[in-house]
């Protein structure tokens, strides 16, 4: 099940809409322009309610390529989960389909223009797809976490594993699972290990074409994420 998983990850990132050399594919309302991407303007918050701002930079995963509505992705239904707990935040979603580390690097000078105080960090399926060194997929996400904290230093960072397609063998699998953790403990993040746990090959977890998760299957990915995201709001949440 989960070699299979892993090929529809794969897939999924490599299907029409999300070629990985499209740095500006589609996504959902919040995410970026390329053409404003100068580091004058970023997302804009989805409502202005009191709270930390969460910023979900990341693939066609977090851009919820396929659904019928925003509201249907992960990062709205993270919203949900985190009005029910009564903890303020504004989640904002910056994915863009195609996305890589080296793309995100690109854009993140954009992303801070506004702020941020939690960065969900999803992205490295697309180099996985590429057969990119897992060495510069490192160094991209260590760039992208140490220019947040550059900009905003209170910002939390919360990092979202990705695997690499079993077809490109065992010790490239092995050296790009191992990226994640290794970057979550030398930069001091929290780490969700494999967004796409419970999701990939089911089934009735996904879109008609198998391969992009359905509304049901962004829930699920949205609980996967929730026990690591929501300490992080509670430590952020004003006290009483």
């Given at each position: 099940m989960r070699v299979r998983s892993l090929v529809l990850v794969m897939a999924l990132l490599a299907a029409p809409g999300c070629d990985p050399a499209d740095d500006a594919g589609a996504s959902t309302e919040a995410a970026s322009r390329p053409e404003e991407s100068n580091g004058?303007?970023?997302?804009?918050?989805?409502?202005?309610?009191?709270?930390?701002?969460?910023?979900?930079?990341?693939?066609?995963?977090?851009?919820?390529f396929g659904l019928l509505s925003p509201e249907d992705s992960y990062t709205a239904r993270l919203q949900e989960l985190a009005d029910s707990a009564g903890l303020p935040a504004r989640m904002v979603n910056a994915g863009v389909s195609g996305e890589t580390s080296a793309g995100g690097l690109r854009r993140i000078p954009w992303v801070l223009g506004d702020t941020v105080d939690v960065l969900v960090l999803e992205l490295g399926a697309n180099d996985g797809l590429r057969g990119l060194d897992p060495d510069a997929l490192a160094a991209n996400l260590e760039a992208i976490i140490d220019s947040t904290r550059t900009r905003w230093p209170n910002a939390q960072i919360v990092l979202v594993g990705m695997e690499a397609p079993p077809n490109l063998g065992t010790r490239y699998a092995q050296a790009f699972r191992d990226v994640f953790p290794r970057v979550a403990r030398s930069r001091s993040a929290a780490l969700v290990p494999f967004l796409l746990e419970g999701v990939g090959g089911v089934d009735e977890l996904n879109q008609d074409d198998g391969i992009h998760p359905t509304a049901e299957g962004h829930a699920r990915m949205a609980r996967t994420v929730w026990p690591v995201l929501e300490p992080v709001l509670r430590e952020l949440a004003p006290q009483p």
């Open positions: 004058e303007r970023a997302p804009a918050s989805p409502r202005p309610a009191a709270g930390p701002r969460v910023v979900f930079m990341g693939t066609s995963l977090t851009a919820g």
